[in-house]
């Protein structure tokens, strides 16, 4: 018996060495080519997106999840917005959306990551006594310039089983750019069919304790549901919150249907 445990405990010890390798050597790769294109410089928004999403692909792959779109996800401007699940989701939505990231200015400070996101073009909110209005006007400029983003309405992770309320400040951006909402939904699903407990990042887990989970899970699908893009002309903020929210919760429970074989439970 203690031979077993001894075997299983190398097995994930490999398993887990194996993909941390995987992800240093996209993290490597992807400082090279931003070296190469000259994005530590200036970022080439017009043809970024693409590079970023190879990217993307590659770190999702190096933790052994494969993404899958339920539906095509088109590749058009707007104000993207998903649910929020894992830290995952970033790398995710990253593969299959052509947006630009939100972050937190603070972010890039940080070393090597904080490189990363420089010259993936990434758009650096400068928070101010937590005046959302500012952060709007900062986003609809940028989506003015052609350039899409996406963030997470929600503010926080979820369990994956349902939509919480949706925050809608940001969505005054899109009113003022004048650029379609586009929400899409994500769904991290076991080979079996049901919801991984061990993607979702939230409540009391830390994150070395979710990097864990991650590292030792096996066969994650991330199923990716766009939903139809919403036209912000002629409604109200609030409005436009609540039909999200309204789509958000109709849209989660549709992939849910798609792509699980047991129902979750609350």
């Known amino acids: ?30 400082l090279r080519t931003a070296q190469r294109i000259g994005a530590f410089k200036q970022p080439p928004r017009e043809t970024l997106p693409r590079y970023i999403q190879t990217f993307c692909r590659k770190m999702v792959g190096s933790f052994g999840v494969k993404v899958v779109e339920v539906e ?9 917005v998903s649910n929020h699940v894992s830290w995952m989701d970033i790398p995710v939505v990253g593969t299959v959306s052509p947006a630009f ?31 959302a209005g500012s952060v709007s006007t900062q986003i609809a400029d940028f989506l003015t310039k ?47 069919g049901t919801l991984s407990e061990s993607l979702p990042y939230y409540g009391k887990l830390t994150m070395k304790q979710s990097l864990k989970k991650v590292l030792d899970s096996k066969d994650v699908t991330a199923y990716v549901l766009p939903l139809e893009p919403i ?35 609350a």
């Not at 445990?5 to 941390?20: A, C, E, H």
């Not at 939100?102 to 005046?131: N, Y």
């Not at 899409?148 to 809608?168: C, L, M, Q, W």
């Open 146 to 192: 052609g350039f899409s983003v996406i963030f997470f309405p929600e503010a926080t992770t979820t369990d994956g089983k349902k939509i919480k309320r949706i925050h809608g400040a940001l969505l005054q951006a899109a009113i003022d750019a004048d650029v379609p909402v586009r929400p899409m939904l994500i769904a991290y699903v076991d080979k079996d």
């Open 1 to 30: 018996m203690r031979q077993d445990k001894s075997r299983f405990s190398l097995r994930k010890q490999l398993g887990r060495g194996k993909q941390i390798a995987g992800m240093t050597t996209t993290i490597a790769g992807g």
């Open 72 to 80: 095509p996800v088109e590749q058009h401007h707007g104000l993207w």
């Open 101 to 131: 990231f939100l972050s937190k200015a603070e972010i890039g400070e940080w070393p090597v990551f904080g490189q990363l996101a420089h010259a993936a073009g990434t758009l650096f909110i400068e928070r101010g006594s937590g005046d």
């Open 231 to 265: 036209d912000p002309q002629g409604r109200s903020k609030s409005e436009l919150t609540n039909l999200l929210q309204n789509k958000m919760q109709e849209g989660l429970a549709e992939l849910h249907s798609r792509v699980l074989t047991i129902a979750p439970t």
